[in-house]
């Protein structure tokens, strides 16, 4: 944890943070200026889009009930919560289905032949398209949720760790063998590790779609959460709520993978050497590559 | 059988079938070797003559079609640490720093923390790696990673070095350090050392016998003492009786 803390201490400082690139705020500056134009002299009704400084009185409002501007003044919290405890269990139950199986399939031969064609015919069905037989099987709300996060998150933590699994090197194994591994040791000291890198690009991008299957389980009706706070607003003619409940989306999505990958960086340090470049770091922030 | 030899290799063939299904290839024809305690061979052939194969099956990774390896008389049938192989490349763990790798085989024995830093420092400095404990493998130069895998095997105590190729993608310089360093961890403890390449001068500097061996199917044509003395300085290549049997050795090659 001292480890952990010193080197946020060390991003924070350390001089790539302060060489931020302005080039990157011109367009949502522009985007900003262009929207404060255009609802502040009305030619945007605010039932289409709210002014700028509505939306932010409004997010202080959703979050900390001041004014009581909407139904949901102050509802953030309990709203937060439900949507995060169902990312978590459905990206949870993904996370050990996925590595479990991708390093079964990924280590057994005859497993792969088994479930690997099997599995990629299922993943050729968008997510999207299990939707109506979801609310068949389990009825609108939580279940169903559930069961599409669960099923979308799957597969690309599946497929990376599989591949990855299936592709560490014969020579590291025979290393391992030779210098006194048995089996349970050499998975946990050579192939974990090894495709470490991969599992967590898979556990990154099931992370990202959990987030959006999330949206798409809380339209189709649950009380709570940030998906059902869009669709009641849609029907309340809150648009101004809609927009702050994508807002808080967005940040929740980003803050839950630094999360992630902060986790990821304890279990495997990133590879810091003497020179003490993070560079060479084993992982970074950033988008992962699609793979 | 004869017990007081240290390896004895006893007519090992290996086949492989071929891709197709169709017919197989004979890789290893009655390879039969036997090794003293602290003996060096150097087995010399053209590439492809399964001179790798014949390694695989000594450290046990492969097993023959036919023929057996004894250790010490009993035979090897899996990977041990007693028996250590040197890869072509380093093969080091790229998620462990150079201690990390030199550490791996010793965390699965019964020492403490202590004895594992202890037996890391000795063998780090035996390879002369001393300030690159915490360096990533991706940090180092080719020859700094061989000496990290060198101290990684030689950290597990081996009784047999099995070494292959193991110099052939260092520049000529770091192949000559390392071979000097070999020399001088043997003279400290003297394992028996069979020494893969196709370099005529790494086997004459390094080894006691050299073996020749034939295209496939790899069969041992020649089997040269080599009558150099020990130690063997870097300057013994220019020596006429060096070159002598440089000479003849290449002419066997090539004949």
Same mark, same amino acid.
């Given at each position: 944890?001292?480890?952990?803390?010193?080197?946020?201490?060390?991003?924070?400082?350390?001089?790539?943070?302060?060489?931020?690139?302005?080039?990157?705020?011109?367009?949502?500056?522009?985007?900003?200026?262009?929207?404060?134009?255009?609802?502040?002299?009305?030619?945007?009704?605010?039932?289409?889009?709210?002014?700028?400084?509505?939306?932010?009185?409004?997010?202080?409002?959703?979050?900390?009930?001041?004014?009581?501007?909407?139904?949901?003044?102050?509802?953030?919290?309990?709203?937060?919560?439900?949507?995060?405890?169902?990312?978590?269990?459905?990206?949870?139950?993904?996370?050990?289905?996925?590595?479990?199986?991708?390093?079964?399939?990924?280590?057994?031969?005859?497993?792969?032949?088994?479930?690997?064609?099997?599995?990629?015919?299922?993943?050729?069905?968008?997510?999207?398209?299990?939707?109506?037989?979801?609310?068949?099987?389990?009825?609108?709300?939580?279940?169903?949720?559930?069961?599409?996060?669960?099923?979308?998150?799957?597969?690309?933590?599946?497929?990376?760790?599989?591949?990855?699994?299936?592709?560490?090197?014969?020579?590291?194994?025979?290393?391992?063998?030779?210098?006194?591994?048995?089996?349970?040791?050499?998975?946990?000291?050579?192939?974990?590790?090894?495709?470490?890198?991969?599992?967590?690009?898979?556990?990154?991008?099931?992370?990202?779609?959990?987030?959006?299957?999330?949206?798409?389980?809380?339209?189709?009706?649950?009380?709570?959460?940030?998906?059902?706070?869009?669709?009641?607003?849609?029907?309340?003619?809150?648009?101004?709520?809609?927009?702050?409940?994508?807002?808080?989306?967005?940040?929740?999505?980003? *803050?839950?993978?630094?999360?992630?990958?902060?986790?990821?960086?304890?279990?495997?340090?990133?590879?810091?050497?003497?020179?003490?470049?993070?560079?060479?770091?084993?992982?970074?922030?950033?988008?992962?590559?699609?793979? | 059988?004869?017990?007081?030899?240290?390896?004895?290799?006893?007519?090992?063939?290996?086949?492989?079938?071929?891709?197709?299904?169709?017919?197989?290839?004979?890789?290893?024809?009655?390879?039969?070797?036997?090794?003293?305690?602290?003996?060096?061979?150097?087995?010399?052939?053209?590439?492809?003559?399964?001179?790798?194969?014949?390694?695989? *099956?000594?450290?046990?990774?492969?097993?023959?079609?036919?023929?057996?390896?004894?250790?010490?008389?009993?035979?090897?049938?899996?990977?041990?640490?007693?028996?250590?192989?040197?890869?072509?490349?380093?093969?080091?763990?790229?998620?462990?720093?150079?201690?990390?790798?030199?550490?791996?085989?010793?965390?699965?024995?019964?020492?403490?923390?202590?004895?594992?830093?202890?037996?890391?420092?000795?063998?780090?400095?035996?390879?002369?790696?001393?300030?690159?404990?915490?360096?990533?493998?991706?940090?180092?130069?080719?020859?700094?990673?061989?000496?990290?895998?060198?101290?990684?095997?030689?950290?597990?105590?081996?009784?047999?070095?099995?070494?292959?190729?193991?110099?052939?993608?260092?520049?000529?310089?770091?192949?000559?350090?390392?071979?000097?360093?070999?020399?001088?961890?043997?003279?400290?403890?003297?394992?028996?050392? *069979?020494?893969?390449?196709?370099?005529?001068?790494?086997?004459?500097?390094?080894?006691?016998?050299?073996?020749?061996?034939?295209?496939?199917?790899?069969?041992?044509?020649?089997?040269?003492?080599?009558?150099?003395?020990?130690?063997?300085?870097?300057?013994? *290549?220019?020596?006429?009786?060096?070159?002598?049997?440089?000479?003849?050795?290449?002419?066997?090659?090539?004949?």
């Amino acid at each position: 944890m001292r480890r952990f803390l010193c080197k946020l201490k060390t991003n924070i400082l350390s001089k790539k943070r302060v060489n931020v690139d302005l080039v990157g705020f011109i367009i949502p500056l522009t985007l900003i200026v262009i929207w404060c134009f255009v609802t502040l002299h009305g030619r945007i009704p605010s039932y289409i889009l709210p002014n700028p400084l509505k939306l932010g009185q409004i997010i202080i409002d959703f979050a900390f009930g001041i004014w009581n501007l909407t139904p949901y003044s102050g509802k953030l919290f309990e709203n937060l919560t439900a949507s995060i405890i169902r990312v978590l269990c459905g990206f949870g139950l993904a996370t050990f289905l996925g590595l479990a199986l991708g390093f079964l399939s990924g280590r057994i031969y005859f497993i792969r032949r088994l479930s690997d064609p099997f599995i990629h015919a299922i993943r050729a069905i968008p997510g999207i398209g299990w939707l109506p037989l979801a609310i068949v099987w389990f009825g609108v709300g939580e279940e169903t949720t559930l069961f599409l996060i669960t099923l979308a998150a799957f597969f690309p933590i599946y497929t990376n760790t599989a591949f990855s699994a299936s592709q560490v090197s014969p020579l590291f194994l025979r290393a391992g063998r030779m210098l006194g591994a048995n089996k349970i040791t050499l998975f946990s000291t050579i192939i974990l590790p090894a495709t470490f890198p991969s599992i967590i690009v898979g556990l990154r991008l099931g992370l990202g779609i959990s987030w959006a299957y999330l949206v798409l389980g809380e339209l189709t009706g649950v009380t709570k959460g940030l998906g059902a706070v869009m669709m009641d607003s849609r029907m309340l003619g809150h648009v101004e709520m809609i927009i702050t409940a994508m807002v808080f989306i967005a940040i929740l999505g980003r *803050i839950t993978d630094i999360i992630l990958v902060k986790i990821c960086n304890l279990i495997y340090p990133s590879k810091e050497g003497a020179g003490g470049t993070s560079d060479t770091g084993y992982l970074r922030l950033g988008t992962p590559a699609r793979s | 059988m004869n017990l007081d030899k240290e390896l004895i290799i006893n007519d090992l063939d290996k086949i492989f079938p071929l891709p197709e299904g169709i017919g197989s290839l004979r890789v290893l024809d009655k390879i039969s070797l036997q090794l003293d305690r602290g003996e060096i061979i150097a087995i010399l052939g053209p590439s492809g003559c399964g001179k790798s194969t014949l390694l695989n *099956i000594l450290a046990g990774f492969e097993k023959p079609n036919k023929g057996e390896v004894y250790f010490k008389g009993t035979p090897v049938t899996k990977p041990t640490s007693q028996i250590g192989m040197v890869f072509q490349s380093a093969v080091l763990f790229p998620w462990l720093t150079v201690k990390g790798n030199i550490a791996y085989g010793l965390r699965f024995k019964k020492y403490k923390d202590k004895e594992i830093d202890t037996i890391c420092q000795q063998h780090i400095h035996l390879v002369g790696l001393e300030g690159f404990e915490k360096y990533y493998p991706n940090q180092l130069s080719g020859g700094m990673q061989q000496r990290t895998a060198l101290a990684r095997i030689l950290a597990l105590e081996p009784k047999v070095l099995l070494m292959d190729e193991p110099f052939a993608s260092l520049d000529a310089q770091s192949r000559i350090t390392m071979q000097q360093l070999l020399l001088s961890i043997w003279s400290q403890i003297q394992p028996t050392i *069979i020494f893969v390449t196709h370099d005529v001068e790494e086997a004459l500097v390094l080894a006691d016998n050299v073996y020749i061996m034939s295209k496939l199917p790899g069969r041992i044509t020649h089997k040269i003492k080599v009558p150099l003395g020990r130690p063997r300085p870097i300057s013994v *290549i220019g020596t006429a009786e060096f070159s002598k049997i440089k000479g003849d050795i290449l002419t066997l090659l090539f004949s």
